[in-house]
């Protein structure tokens, strides 16, 4: 079988095939067995796929894996570090500019902005949360 009727069985099978592509499919079928057989296979691939989906997953498997202490352990562990590195570089940092004067001032700059900049953002998503947690309707929806 040559290469411009493997490309005319996968467009009549993806139906890009014009009318007068499926005209010649049909033809090529009555004279050769063999491409009505290739179709044949190929539909049968196609509809095995098609067929072939991901399980859906259960909100019980959520709350089980977000509900073992170890997952509460690892998560609570990978925050506290990530916490625990970002005081820590930018410590050292607020360390470094007060005892060099001589430092560039870009980077002092730099410094000041991404220390304002955390502090800003740490503020701002303090306050959103205990705003919304006064008001919060759906306290005992357990998702």
């Known amino acids: 079988m040559d290469d411009n009727t493997q490309n005319l069985i996968c467009k009549v099978l993806d139906g890009t095939a014009t009318s007068e592509e499926e005209k010649i499919m049909n033809e090529l079928k009555e004279k050769h067995p063999e491409v009505q057989a290739e179709l044949d296979a190929q539909k049968n691939i196609i509809d095995s796929f098609r067929s072939v989906g991901l399980p859906e997953l259960d909100d019980s498997l959520q709350k089980e894996f977000s509900a073992g202490v170890y997952n509460k352990f690892e998560r609570a562990t990978g925050w506290i570090l990530s916490c625990i590195g970002i005081v820590l570089v930018l410590g050292y940092g607020i360390y470094e500019l007060i005892m ?3 430092i560039n001032a870009v980077y002092r700059i730099g410094m000041a902005a991404l220390v304002i900049g955390f502090g800003l953002l740490f503020s ?14 759906y306290k005992e929806v357990i998702r």
């Open 124 to 137: 701002s998503v303090l306050r959103g949360r205990l705003k919304l947690k006064k008001y919060d309707k």
């Open 100 to 102: 060099h004067p001589d």
